[in-house]
């Protein structure tokens, strides 16, 4: 019999801003494998843990399959000529500036291109934003006016290369995975090399760090203009470089010299021998890398902490050269390529600016286009404003969640849900966002779409097909290339591929550019479609005619974007406000967890990605706990001025005191009450838009309830009448949370609500009314199909055991007796939270192992494989064994 090759494709990830190479096998049975690809310059091989699961992804359950009109399943055509005519109606009756697109950072770089194109130079607003707004923007404006254009200045070698690394509001340990590998793998090669994090929690990152600054939140500016001010003082200036490259620096330094130590250590919440120490590191270090990333963005003064680390780096010079510069790393796998095609309100494609005429006027040259922008359009946070008061009166959502997303997260659903017409893009049948929409529109996935993505280094890569498109899922290129065409613009949108926008693309950063911008990668311009077939990735610029190289940097030599060519150093001394009150004494953080990606609309398909932590939750130092009178694992009621939600308490002396931390990825498709954005007010930062999502003054208070639950199940749940409730994917089925605030009259009815209901199934219950526990176990034939225990204290059923049980035969009696007891018999081993979500490693087995002498990261993996695949654990385990042997020394 002839054996069928199983096909292998090289693709890119599509969550972080990493952006590793991906091979691809789908197996002649349909099956498809995910590894790292080798030859990737970004990644090497390596993935991480949301990588290596993205084959379990991949799977239709929850697609949006085909376009739907107001409900109803409609044809494509009649979909596209409804939000065509409704544009063109909407702009012709109130203006273009009466329409608004909220795209996205997961759209590639030819389906950004083309819609940017039709609103900035066809419909003629800049009212198209992304959710990049809430992830970089402060960076993009931190970088253009310091440097006249968006430029990373280096590549992830540097960090590799440095001999200081400075982590700013980055937990690269769980946010950007396989550069914090090789970041590790360096300083492990080279122990020398100094790592220090600057950040109010101790995240897993601070693990390999030399140093951690448990910063005040927002103390950067103070911290960083500080350390210019110490520059100075110490000699440690690069006299050459300000005079030669750059302008500025008396009024830097004027700025920076206006806190002394005591005043700095007052700002920074930090102690003086600990900011002396930074200082004298940085001074005496030439190779200094500064990366980062939300910690710095997602602030009222992001801008301005952006501004305050690059004047340190250009006082010194170190930028551009090996191991040397500041280094923004992006959320998203395609914001920076969002801001190469101008998917930003205040931008033009092709790192053009929308503030000058000649470079607007050069834009609608190349397009050929009826009208150009003539002003920046509404940012997110105006942009919902808008929605909300009526301005906004057609709103196109492409391949993101703002409900779930945005600051004010109610009101940004208000807003959706009263606007008059509201299409939704997106691969996923049913979101918080999605669920409003009058249009869907089923958009292509990962694995089906085809184009590329741009990383944080600057390197452009293939996103290749492998998979068929399932039911009528289509392109966003395309969709959005359709209606361009229906509204009467077909000559200026003639693709019939993605190669073909790619070549124009390249071709417009080439158009009358002479050196003049940054981002250049004419070399491409004339390319066809066998060239994008095989097009191998490359960092920009890649200027027609001069030789492709690897590693580029910017700015070693000066030669900035700006009229004299000269860097700016800006003046800042901006502090956050305080935030907090008597009424709201806590500063809430938000941020990612290490196995979850957004809204979960992708990971949370993944039983692997669930277990890590299964539930939302909130970090709480213990002191902080102790003053509430809040213990580990309590529910906890956390309330800001614009709402409230009910997570776990997780205790935890990573955090800092005053400080609480809440993910952002639980969504109301995953909690009852879990959405952090919620909480947030929409405070922006005044130059870059962005919102301030990691300074929220809240309270918190235990949640009281009458009742708690745990359930396993085979199917997902469809109804919950559960104060609380958090639902998570497990091996057979779904694991489900739940809380009652008021004692429960009826629980068999609870109990049938929940658990399957199949025809001829076996229910067993047990009810200790003393103790107040009820356990229900469900059972068709020899398999279990859902057991729920409830108790009027937490549930203590091991939840892996429990879990464990949806996938085993109870071909007896007394086997079906033990899950309804709820406890492991003989043998059955509680492994505790998982830790190693590949091989499905807890805490206590760790723990376990560390006891019985596995010393070292590698011991342990060696006793039981955790952290010796994907190795996003690794900084788990580590931080397991110092407990361990910090306790056995006590
Ligand atoms: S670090 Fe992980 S999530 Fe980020 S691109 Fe690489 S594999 Fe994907």
Redesign the pocket.
């Known amino acids: 019999m002839e054996e069928t090759v199983p096909t292998i494709t090289k693709t890119t990830?599509p969550?972080?801003?990493?952006?590793?190479g991906i091979l691809a096998t789908v197996g002649a049975d349909g099956t498809l494998a995910v590894r790292?690809d080798p030859d990737h310059p970004?990644?090497f091989g390596r993935?991480?843990s949301?990588?290596?699961a993205l084959a379990e992804t991949v799977d239709l359950e929850g697609r949006l399959l085909f376009p739907e009109i107001d409900g109803r399943r409609a044809g494509w055509d009649e979909a596209l000529d409804r939000v065509a005519e409704t544009f063109s109606r909407t702009i012709a009756e109130h203006g273009p500036d009466s329409v608004a697109f909220y795209v996205s950072g997961q759209l590639l770089n030819e389906d950004y291109y083309v819609v940017n194109k039709l609103m900035k130079g066809f419909i003629g607003t800049a009212n198209i934003d992304t959710n990049s707004r809430l992830c970089m923007a402060s960076s993009v404006a931190g970088h253009r006016r310091a440097f006249g254009s968006d430029t990373v200045p280096g590549s992830y070698r540097d960090l590799e290369l440095a001999d200081l690394v400075v982590l700013v509001g980055s937990n690269l340990a769980w946010c950007?995975?396989?550069?914090y590998q090789r970041l590790a793998a360096a300083k492990a090669e080279r122990p020398e090399m100094k790592v220090i994090v600057v950040d109010p929690r101790r995240t897993m990152t601070a693990d390999i760090a030399d140093q951690h600054l448990a910063i005040a939140p927002d103390g950067d500016v103070a911290l960083f203009n500080g350390l210019l001010a110490h520059l100075a003082e110490a000699g440690e200036l690069d006299e050459n470089y300000i005079a030669e490259h750059t302008t500025g620096f008396a009024e830097a330094l004027a700025a920076a010299w206006r806190l002394d130590m005591d005043g700095i250590a007052a700002e920074t919440g930090l102690d003086r021998a600990s900011i002396a120490e930074f200082y004298r590191l940085f001074a005496a270090t030439e190779k200094v890398v500064t990366v980062y990333s939300q910690g710095v963005n997602q602030s009222s003064v992001g801008t301005d902490k952006v501004s305050a680390i690059i004047n340190c780096h250009l006082a010194t010079g170190r930028i551009g050269r090996p191991g040397m510069g500041p280094f923004s790393v992006t959320g998203q796998?395609n914001a920076m390529g969002g801001r190469e095609v101008g998917g930003l309100a205040n931008m033009l494609a092709a790192h053009m600016d929308i503030d000058n005429a000649a470079d607007r006027e050069r834009m609608q040259r190349f397009w050929r286009a009826p009208v150009i922008t003539s002003a920046p359009g509404l940012k997110a946070v105006d942009m919902f404003r808008a929605v909300a008061d009526g301005r906004i009166k057609a709103l196109w959502i492409m391949a993101t969640n703002p409900v779930d997303s945005m600051p004010d997260g109610d009101m940004v659903e208000t807003a959706i849900r009263a606007c008059p017409f509201v299409v939704v893009s997106d691969v996923v049948g049913e979101t918080d966002t999605v669920r409003h929409a009058h249009v869907k529109l089923p958009a292509a996935a990962w694995g089906e779409k085809d184009g590329t993505v741009t990383n944080s280094e600057r390197r452009m890569s293939r996103q290749r097909p492998f998979l068929p498109r399932p039911g009528e899922a289509k392109p966003d290129w395309w969709i959005v290339t359709e209606v361009a065409r229906r509204m009467g613009f077909a000559e200026a949108f003639p693709y019939a591929s993605p190669a073909e926008i790619f070549a124009e693309h390249a071709a417009l950063s080439a158009f009358e550019n002479h050196g003049t911008r940054d981002f250049d990668i004419g070399a491409h311009a004339g390319i066809d479609a066998a060239g994008f077939d095989a097009l191998a990735p490359f960092q920009w610029p890649a200027r027609a005619g001069e030789t492709p190289a690897d590693d580029i940097r910017f700015f070693a030599e000066g030669g900035f974007f700006t009229p004299d060519r000269k860097a700016r150093l800006v003046p800042v001394t901006t502090t956050a406000p305080a935030r907090t009150s008597e009424g709201f004494p806590l500063v809430l953080n938000t941020g990612r967890v290490r196995d979850q990606?957004h809204t979960m609309t992708r990971t949370g398909k993944s039983q692997r990605l669930s277990q890590h932590l299964a539930e939302p939750f909130v970090e709480i130092h213990p002191t902080d706990a102790a003053t509430y009178g809040i213990a580990d694992a309590d529910l906890v009621r956390v309330t800001s001025a614009r709402g409230a939600i009910v997570v776990r308490a997780l205790l935890t002396s990573r955090q800092r005191e005053g400080s609480i931390f809440v993910p952002m990825h639980w969504t109301d498709q995953f909690a009852a009450d879990g959405r952090v954005d919620r909480l947030v007010p929409p405070i922006i930062d005044s130059t870059s838009g962005q919102p301030a999502l990691k300074h929220v003054a809240v309270r918190i208070a235990r949640f009281t309830a009458a009742a708690y639950g745990f359930a396993v199940l085979t199917g997902k749940p469809k109804r919950i009448a559960a104060d609380y409730w958090a639902i998570a994917r497990c091996e057979g089925g779904w694991r489900v949370e739940l809380a009652f605030a008021n004692a429960v009259a009826d629980w068999p009815a609870v109990a049938d609500a929940i658990l399957p209901g199949v025809p001829d199934a076996d229910t067993l219950s047990f009810q200790d009314a003393v103790a107040a526990r009820r356990r229900f176990a469900r059972f068709v034939g020899e398999r279990l199909i859902g057991a729920l225990y409830l108790a009027a204290e937490p549930v203590a059923v091991p939840r892996d055991w429990a879990v464990e049980q949806l996938s085993q035969a109870h071909a007896d009696q007394r086997a079906r007796l033990a899950v309804l007891a709820g406890r492991p018999g003989k043998g059955g081993e509680d492994k505790g939270a998982i830790v190693c979500s590949c091989f499905g490693v807890g805490v206590r087995q760790i723990a376990g192992a560390v006891v019985a002498g596995c010393h070292t990261v590698e011991a342990v993996g060696d006793a039981l494989l955790a952290g010796t695949n994907c190795g996003s654990c690794r900084a788990e385990i580590r931080s397991i064994i110092h407990a361990h042997r910090l306790q056995a020394a006590e």
């Open positions: 990830c969550y972080c801003g990493v952006g590793c790292g970004a990644n993935l991480c949301k990588g290596s950007h995975p396989v550069l796998p990606w």
